[in-house]
């Protein structure tokens, strides 16, 4: 099969009345599209569905970063424009913060932000694509944005600075149930199905349940400027995995039982801890690309959202499912008008 190379490759044509603007009533009342990878067949069912496809034994792995309220508005000091929005990327030290502002062309070096009257910051560095380094009146930024802060949504679900969702729906929604540590500016979606009742269900049924832990950054988003995927470099993200979790992977694996990632997110951080002598446990970083080609050493199945065009995130699905068979589950979705990307369907990779 020819190996797919060019960022063209992973376009396609999507309604934009199927881009999910808000979460269903319930999380499980979501579609999810399973994937037969050996069948090359394809089912429509609910997520509530899903524990007819595991038995006991199987290992279903969750990624528990916790996002941080990372989205915020200031005022430049002196300025009678309007309010500017900042989403803070990466804490690079106590009180010193990098973050992405729009628009970015208003916050010049120098300039002092008004978040709120007892929050402030001055604008130390600058750099390109609207990044900036804000330096603090405070190094307890973590929680003054928990208290001002909003949900990081992407942009394609539209809110406005005022939008009562962003402090009811989308501060409970726009986080799993089983979300612990903090550190995430995207949430894994792949998780916003799952109930308390859906994982306590899963646990009677002997399913082990393990988790991860990888804070979302802007290397899940990024995108790819280039014409030939194999020239995108991604960009760092960090993670963690216990040595609880590792033992009983390792352990799963050679007992051959299958493993279920639940999220790319939990993918890349799986097959980057993975050595000769089975998954290594620890504090690490990476910046693993997956595209098709790329040979899976311990996810033996995947349950991901539908992703955007042109993205790292459709590439990795592709890797995983085929990619004639991802781009056919694809076309289905749209036809069958699936909810697509972070508060939209999902999708079972078997």
């Not at 396609?12 to 269903?24: M, V, Y």
């Not at 069912?45 to 290992?59: M, S």
């Not at 995983?320 to 069958?336: M, N, P, S, T």
């Amino acid at each position: 099969m020819t190996q797919r190379i060019l960022i063209s490759d992973y376009d396609f044509e999507l309604p934009a009345e199927l881009i999910a603007q808000q979460p269903l009533p319930n999380r499980d009342d979501s579609r999810m599209m399973v994937v037969w990878r050996n069948g090359q067949k394809i089912e429509h069912r609910h997520f509530k569905d899903i524990l007819e496809y595991f038995t006991q034994g199987d290992v279903l792995v969750l990624n528990d970063s916790r996002v941080i309220p990372a989205r915020a508005w200031a005022y430049i000091k002196g300025s009678q424009g309007k309010a500017i929005e900042f989403l803070f990327v990466k804490e690079l030290k106590p009180g010193v913060w990098e973050v992405l502002c729009r628009p970015a062309r208003k916050v010049k070096e120098g300039e002092v932000l008004i978040f709120d009257s007892q929050f402030v910051a001055r604008v130390a560095a600058r750099s390109q694509l609207g990044h900036r380094v804000l330096e603090f009146n405070t190094t307890e930024v973590r929680e003054k944005l928990k208290e001002i802060g909003t949900p990081p949504l992407p942009p394609y679900i539209k809110r406005k600075k005022d939008d009562p969702r962003l402090k009811t729906i989308d501060l409970e929604r726009y986080q799993t149930v089983y979300a612990s540590k903090d550190g995430s500016i995207a949430a894994p979606t792949a998780g916003l199905h799952f109930t308390e009742n859906t994982l306590a269900e899963l646990k009677k049924k002997g399913v082990e349940i393990l988790t991860v832990t990888l804070d979302v950054g802007l290397a899940t988003f990024q995108p790819v400027r280039v014409e030939k995927v194999t020239e995108h470099r991604m960009l760092e993200e960090s993670f963690y995995i216990s040595e609880k979790t590792a033992a009983a992977i390792n352990r799963a694996k050679k007992e051959g039982r299958r493993i279920t990632a639940v999220g790319t997110t939990v993918v890349r951080t799986l097959e980057s801890a993975w050595t000769e002598n089975g998954l290594v446990p620890g504090q690490n970083s990476t910046s693993l690309f997956i595209y098709p080609g790329y040979q899976f050493k311990v996810v033996d199945r995947l349950l991901t959202n539908f992703h955007l065009p042109r993205s790292t995130l459709l590439m990795l699905v592709s890797a995983f499912g085929g990619y004639d068979l991802i781009r056919q589950a694809y076309r289905e979705a749209v036809r069958q008008r699936y909810r697509f990307f972070s508060y939209g369907d999902c999708m079972l990779i078997l």
